[in-house]
Every structure is written in structure tokens, then in C-alpha cells.
């Protein structure tokens, strides 16, 4: 079960806007709009911060947004802060009735 | 309060069993689909295995099927995997979540996690 695809790493400035992709199938991202993100701070437990594509659970702040188009997701932060410097992961169900992540993207706040 | 707390991670050798335990409070626990997820030292998320509400349905990943058994018991709002076969790739913090909605949707409530680790 071949993982969902994530670059490794991205940075970005402070009050800059970053984004990062998910890329799957037609099996996954691109046939459901079961999409989500989790940002997870090492030692803590993983925080959910999109669901079904881009809808924001209650508490995350509006500076986060989720989108897809075809089998690409996409996770963008603007107006970077500190506090948001994490591992990000991205999962989507498939069709196979199971669960996927993708392989994490590290965040770098500069 | 709403949380999960795991436990039952240990040291256990190749080949090995183990049952991890995963207890719910602050919320109707058997109106949730319940996940399990690892992450092996240095490695990224991966989804083990899931459980509708009712526990009559059950989902695994090809890493785990055949060997993990997921379950719940509604009466003491708590969640099992039962771990047989363990190998050293089984290695990793474990962590209960509760669904939003159905299993393939977002997890929004995770455990702190416990972790096994497999070696001889």
C-alpha cells in the first residue's frame, strides 16, 4: 500500500504564505473527498486541521485552507508564524476501504 | 474532559503478542468509529486498522492484516488491538483517535500514544 506523496520539506518567512502537496490516485485523492491534514508537533499528539478536503474543525485558524484538484490535494498557511513550524501529513481513504497518509512534510519557519 | 489514554506498550520479542488498550471518556464513545495509527522511530503516520461504532465492522492495512485485531467494548468505552506475530518492523508509538464522522474521515481527537517496541 504505497503511501500518498509529500515533499519532504518546505520553509517559508514569517507572514509568508506556503503550500504543500499531496499527491495520489484516482484510487484516493481523486475519487472521494475524504482528504485530510494533521499537523504534529514530535512529542505531542497529531492535531487535525482539515477535513473533507477543506473544511476547518473548530479552533484551527482561518490562515489554513485545503484544496484538491484532480488526484493533488494541497495544504496552504498564509501568514506564516513561528508556532507553526511541525510535520504536516496529509490522508485520504481509498477505495480499497483503507486509510492512506502521505509521508510527511517538514516546515521550516525561518 | 475529552480524551483518549493508551496503554499497554512494552518491550516484547520477535514474534511476540501484545494487546494495546485505549480508554475513552468525555464523549458518546459508541457513536464513533475508532482508528489506529503508528509511527515508527524517524518515520511518518501510518494507519493500522479502524472500527465502526457498533464494532461490527472492521478495516486493515495489508502491514497488519492477519496478524492485529482490532475491537472495542462500548460498555467500558474503550478501544483493543490485539497484536499477534509482532515483528521488529511493528516497532512504534501507537495512537488511538475517534473519527469526526465515519472511519475515512478526519481523526480529531488523538492519545498521547504508547509505544512497543519488537526486539530480541
Known amino acids: 500500500q504505497s503511501a500518498l506523496t509529500q515533499p519532504a520539506s518546505v520553509s517559508g518567512s514569517p507572514g509568508q504564505s506556503i503550500t504543500i502537496s499531496c499527491t495520489g490516485t484516482s484510487s484516493d485523492i481523486g475519487g472521494y473527498n475524504y482528504v485530510s491534514w494533521y499537523q504534529h508537533h514530535p512529542g505531542k499528539a497529531p492535531k487535525l486541521m482539515i477535513c473533507d478536503v477543506n473544511n476547518r474543525p473548530s479552533g484551527v485558524p482561518d490562515r489554513f485552507s485545503g484544496s484538491k484538484s484532480g488526484n493533488t490535494a494541497s495544504l496552504t498557511i498564509s501568514g506564516l508564524q513561528a508556532e507553526d513550524e511541525a510535520d504536516y501529513y496529509c490522508s485520504s481513504y481509498r477505495n480499497t476501504k483503507i486509510v492512506v497518509f502521505g509521508g510527511g512534510t517538514r516546515l521550516t519557519v525561518l | 474532559e475529552v480524551q483518549l489514554l493508551e496503554s499497554g506498550g512494552d518491550l516484547v520479542q520477535p514474534g511476540g503478542s501484545l494487546r494495546l488498550s485505549c480508554a475513552a471518556s468525555?464523549?458518546?464513545?459508541?457513536?464513533?468509529?475508532m482508528t489506529w495509527v503508528r509511527q515508527a522511530p524517524g518515520k511518518g503516520l501510518e494507519w493500522v486498522s479502524a472500527?465502526?461504532?457498533?464494532?461490527?465492522?472492521?478495516y486493515y492495512a495489508d502491514s497488519v492484516k492477519g496478524r492485529f485485531t482490532i475491537s472495542r467494548d462500548n460498555s467500558k468505552n474503550t478501544l483493543y488491538l490485539q497484536m499477534n506475530s509482532l515483528r521488529a518492523e511493528d516497532s512504534a508509538e501507537y495512537y488511538c483517535?475517534?473519527?469526526?464522522?465515519?472511519?475515512?474521515?478526519?481523526?480529531?481527537?488523538w492519545g498521547q500514544g504508547t509505544l512497543v517496541t519488537v526486539s530480541s
Open positions: 472500527i465502526s461504532g457498533t464494532g461490527d465492522s472492521t
Open positions: 483517535a475517534k473519527g469526526s464522522g465515519g472511519y475515512a474521515r478526519g481523526l480529531e481527537l
Open positions: 468525555g464523549f458518546i464513545f459508541s457513536s464513533y468509529a
